[in-house]
């Protein structure tokens, strides 16, 4: 049997057996049951009306514990959870679109190599509410100096989630060391013909250098295209970086750096890719230009006669999430847009996303 209590016009009417679950009633309908596994189940299509107040008015929190806070910002319904009052608004997960590049290599000096691009991640994910995600944007690799192998740029990353790979570095025709791999590899060189390898998923190879006194060097890998290969007259360019539109318009990232040349030589230079790619030069003792700052691009290859090679850009990490779940609680000062029914955060230095 069933345990009623049902409160009506007439008054309280309770039937009792003390083995059965237990039903409230008003008016003769099941409003609740509280079965014999202590689980309740609310029967009426009514709602439930949470304790309200203040933050100050707060009670002693209790991991399980919901009320809902007159003082948040947004929908107000806040819980105690993992130690410490947080707010959650509503218990469903909810989906959101991220965007993570790692920073860019940088360029070999002296006729090197472009930097390949940081790597490139998209995609969507099931974040959950009150749940922290840290984020880490990769700075861009160094340049290869006068004569030098261009540095890999640094990881990007959010937590939990998946990490982009710093691009890789330029090779130089000063040594015969090989460029780097990376999210995208960096651009191979007369001496160091050879390219970097890219990240599957991420990014492409870089060019290959030509195996002569005045050769062209190989451009960095975009995220879209592998670098061009270096020839006898010219530099490979930097491979075209990919575009998303999750900021609400059309923006290309992680594009590689074209290579640097002779120009006593003949060799002309080749130029950064679509989407941050620095450009090679190939003017003597002249510097490559850098990869673009929060795209992940490259760095341009360096001159002849000992000119630097670019400095990769750094990384950017971009989460798009339903303006009706956005939080509103980072770290690290994002740019926050709206776009159509999004809220997008844009971090261009390291921090974190509340959900």
């Known amino acids: 049997m069933t345990t009623i209590i049902n409160a009506n016009s007439t008054g309280l009417v309770e039937t009792v057996d003390t083995s059965g679950t237990l039903q409230l009633q008003t008016g003769g309908t099941a409003a609740m049951t509280i079965g014999t596994d202590q689980n ?96 880490s944007v990769g700075g ?101 970086g990919s575009a998303s539109s999750i900021t609400g318009s059309s923006v290309t990232y992680a594009g590689g750096g074209g290579g640097g040349a002779y120009a006593p030589g003949g060799a002309t230079s080749g130029s950064g890719g679509t989407g941050g790619g620095g450009n090679g030069t190939s003017g003597a003792g002249a510097g490559g230009g850098n990869g673009t700052a929060n795209t992940g691009g490259g760095g341009g290859g360096g001159g002849g006669a000992s000119g630097s090679g670019g400095s990769g850009g750094s990384g950017v990490v971009i989460i798009s999430v339903p303006t009706s779940s956005y939080s509103g609680t980072t770290t690290g000062s994002p740019t926050i847009t709206t776009s159509g029914s999004n809220t997008i955060m844009t971090f261009a230095s390291s921090g974190s996303y509340t959900a």
């Open 140 to 240: 861009g690799g160094s340049s290869g100096g006068g004569s030098g192998l261009g540095g890999v740029g640094a990881n990007s990353s959010i937590t939990g989630l998946t990490t982009a790979i710093g691009g890789g570095g330029g090779a130089t025709a000063s040594s015969g060391t090989a460029p780097t791999a990376g999210g995208s590899g960096g651009g191979g060189s007369s001496a160091a013909q050879t390219f970097g390898a890219g990240t599957a998923g991420q990014g492409n190879n870089g060019g290959t250098g030509v195996s002569s006194t005045y050769g062209g060097a190989g451009g960095g890998g975009g995220a879209g295209a592998s670098g061009g290969a270096g020839g006898s007259s010219s530099s490979g360019n930097g491979g075209n």
């Open 40 to 135: 309740i189940t609310c029967n009426s299509t009514g709602a439930i009306t949470l304790p309200v107040g203040t933050s100050a008015q707060r009670p002693t929190g209790v991991n399980g514990m919901i009320r809902y806070n007159t003082d948040a910002n947004v929908a107000g319904i806040e819980g105690f959870i993992s130690g410490s009052w947080q707010n959650v608004k509503a218990f469903p997960t909810y989906t959101a679109s991220y965007l993570i590049a790692a920073g860019g290599g940088g360029a070999g000096g002296n006729s090197g190599g472009g930097g390949g691009a940081g790597g490139l991640v998209t995609g969507t994910t099931t974040f959950s509410k009150g749940t922290v995600y840290t984020v």
